[in-house]
């Protein structure tokens, strides 16, 4: 159980800060916690997946290994967007690639300005959202990275074949 209320599970610093990624997608901007980082990238090749959800671009190819690439916009509900950079985290049963529209930096985000997210804010897609961060007077969504693709989900994509796109 997480020692603070609203305190994303991911690691902090020893200032008691959470050092995150902030990337721009949709609307708004997002911080993914370093210790779920594995590296940023251009966008590689994407082999589409038959029956992947909607926000599944299919699978890449990154390391030798087959990994599914997210759309983080169209994961929470945006509309499609250009994306320049691949972020891939880990994720519950694997690594993923959030196709993102920029990386924008390294950030330390206070504890303090950490809230849960209020119980109106619900979709579909709000199970990703671990917390909200305010930083500069701009609303930072902390993302959990664990939950980015359901269990079920992750089962339809090992079960179908990729396909070139």
Known sequence: ?????????????????????????????????????????????VARVDGADEYVLGLSRIRGVAVPVVELSRLIGEPPEQHKRYVTVK?????????VADVIGIYELELAEFAMLPSLVT???????EAIACRDNQLIAVLD???????????RLSAVEARPA
């Open 123 to 129: 979709s579909a897609r709000s199970h990703v959202i």
């Open 1 to 45: 159980m997480n020692e603070v209320q609203g305190e994303p599970r991911a690691s902090r610093s020893s200032s008691g800060c959470l050092r995150a990624l902030i990337v721009a997608s949709g609307a708004r901007n997002w911080a993914l916690p370093l210790n779920c980082l594995r590296e940023t990238m251009r966008p590689q090749p």
């Open 145 to 155: 990275t664990m939950r980015l693709i359901p269990t079920e989900a992750w089962q």
């Open 91 to 99: 994720s519950g049963q694997g690594d993923v690639a959030l196709a």
